[in-house]
């Protein structure tokens, strides 16, 4: 006579590896797709910060007297507009810059606020921030550059001691 386990109390120790195998599974795939959702959100916050410091940059370097520079710029996914806000009272602010806000009305914040340039995605939403000596090319108070093929396109023209922003249509 063999001594062992039976194969009857076998059956239910399978089950218990398979269903123990099926738990563990299940949590690695849950904490997987998390892992690569946050790995995208940080890839995207990257690439929206490194925009936002070539945008600063690029208009930094151009503030030279007679630079006159047609910049390309990829935007960042997910937007669809990068806009500057030269003025500060918005009641002044002539009918381009009205419009921008009723586009955006987060706007009239940024242009009460030491940001001065923002990005726009699609529903509305914008990501404000600061840019250093800059003018709009016919003294507008606000322009929107809108992007093409995910570029944004626009001339910059040094003045010295500001650079001035010239929409490209």
């Given amino acids: 006579m063999k001594r062992g386990i ?13 269903a123990l195998a099926a738990i563990i ?7 997987g797709y998390k892992a690569i959702g946050t790995l995208g959100s940080t890839a995207s916050k990257t690439e929206t910060a490194k925009f936002k410091t ?3 940059n690029i208009i930094i370097e151009d503030t030279s007297y007679g630079k006159n520079d047609f910049i390309k710029l990829g935007i960042p996914p997910g ?13 002044s602010m ?7 806000i009723s586009k955006y009305p987060q706007a009239v914040d940024v242009a009460e606020s030491p940001n001065n340039v923002f990005l726009a995605d699609l529903e509305g939403d914008i990501d404000p921030f ?10 507008l108070a606000a322009v929107c550059v809108k992007q093409e093929s995910g570029e944004l396109r ?13 929409p490209v249509s």
């Fill in 6 to 18: 039976s194969r009857r109390s076998q059956i239910p120790a399978t089950v218990f590896v398979y």
């Fill in 25 to 31: 599974i299940a949590f690695i795939m849950i904490f």
């Fill in 54 to 56: 070539d945008v600063k």
């Fill in 79 to 91: 937007y669809e507009e990068l806009c500057f806000v030269a003025a500060v009272n918005v009641l």
């Fill in 94 to 100: 002539e009918q381009n810059a009205r419009d921008i």
């Fill in 130 to 139: 600061f840019v250093e000596a800059f003018r709009i090319d016919g003294d």
């Fill in 154 to 166: 626009f001339r910059i023209q040094g003045k010295g001691d500001h650079a001035l922003i010239i």
